[in-house]
């Protein structure tokens, strides 16, 4: 319900009451820019672009606090990523409010980012998760339309994994302190991430049928997908290897049976990685890289891979390690070749018939 109204001072009062039954009011001086004000509220309630002035105030440091608030449902280290970004948002678009904030500057923003040495992939992800907060904004009708785009979002920019030789592998597996040994084999012929490592118990690995159940994450989290929590076959050769210093509780505990940190592991990684000509910024994570390309080299197709990666779907595997498959120009010669071979068996045929 919309009306216009002219007061004693001769000021129009123009109203209008929301979806909620909220009264909003504005006083012109003249009743065409009072009509005109009730126009654009009316289109704007028509289009869904409507939004509560008072709403439209907030500011991003505001919106940004209400926002973590309810993202704290998330895992503890999801959250304190988040609070990492914000912060980072919040040092830009902290006092502007939400509804201010143009595609242009989210642009300019992001330039600016990679002006101050910030890599192309951390870029990447403060941009979404401004997107991210952005998009929630709009579902609680706080903005009309998301700043964040195709337009504005940065590259990517993924780098190459890199990949130790077999050599190299065993070179740091040697090197290593005895109680972090078995920690290489799982990274490196298991595949498995760094917090998983640390968190397999030695129960989850069935030594007998050759098979790790990684069921936890360091300390003692569940794993965040399904996808992580599959089977991982695994010869008796490396059953044998693993079995003979497993933990009582943790398959990777110290000399005190205390369970073994992430910190640790990369710690004893960057304490001999350039004695065994591993590359300055190699990190444990690399042994899962070793593991993909050993699998690839094997022939194992993409689906395999990723199973035994135990990526959510194809397309991450294919996106992290495509480059590793073999080239196959010569099997695509050889397909299309077979065509035109048939082709001329078939012409010569028809010769002879005739």
């Not at 073999?326 to 018939?353: G, I, N, Q």
Request: glycine fraction near 6%.
């Amino acid at each position: 319900m919309a009306s216009i109204q002219k007061r004693d001072n001769g000021q129009f009062r123009a109203r209008y009451r929301d979806a909620a039954g909220k009264e909003h009011a504005r006083h012109f001086r003249r009743k065409a820019d009072a009509q005109r004000w009730l126009d654009d509220v009316t289109s704007a309630v028509v289009t869904g672009t409507y939004v509560d002035p008072k709403t439209a105030r907030l500011t991003v440091n505001q919106w940004c606090a209400t926002w973590l608030e309810g993202y704290r449902a998330h895992r503890p280290s999801t959250v304190r990523q988040a609070e990492v970004h914000i912060a980072r948002i919040n040092e830009a678009f902290g006092a502007t409010r939400v509804g201010d904030i143009k595609p242009s500057q989210v642009r300019a923003w992001c330039s600016r980012l990679k002006a101050e040495g910030y890599a192309d992939s951390t870029v990447y992800a403060l941009h979404a998760r401004l997107s991210q907060i952005m998009s929630d904004a709009v579902h609680d009708g706080i903005i009309a339309r998301n700043p964040c785009s195709r337009r504005t979002s940065p590259p990517m920019g993924k780098q190459r994994p890199y990949v130790a030789t077999t050599e190299q592998i065993w070179a740091l597996h040697d090197a290593m302190p005895d109680h972090l040994r078995n920690a290489v084999l799982l990274g490196a012929f298991a595949g498995l991430r760094i917090a998983e490592a640390c968190g397999l118990r030695t129960r989850d690995v069935d030594f007998m049928r050759g098979v790790i159940h990684p069921a936890l994450q360091y300390p003692a989290e569940p794993l965040k997908s399904d996808a992580s929590r599959t089977p991982i076959p695994i010869p008796a050769e490396l059953a044998l290897q693993l079995a003979k210093a497993p933990g009582e509780k943790w398959l990777l505990e110290d000399a005190l049976g205390t369970q073994v940190g992430p910190w640790q592991i990369e710690r004893a990684v960057r304490e001999v990685r350039g004695g065994v000509g591993l590359p300055e910024g190699f990190r444990f994570h690399d042994l899962r890289h070793y593991f993909a390309s050993l699998l690839i080299a094997s022939g194992c197709d993409v689906k395999v891979v990723q199973a035994r990666l135990r990526h959510a779907s194809a397309t991450t595997t294919l996106n992290t390690y495509g480059h590793l498959w073999p080239d196959t120009e010569e099997s695509t010669r050889a397909a299309v070749a077979s065509v035109f071979v048939a082709r001329a068996d078939s012409l010569r045929t028809e010769a002879v018939s005739k």
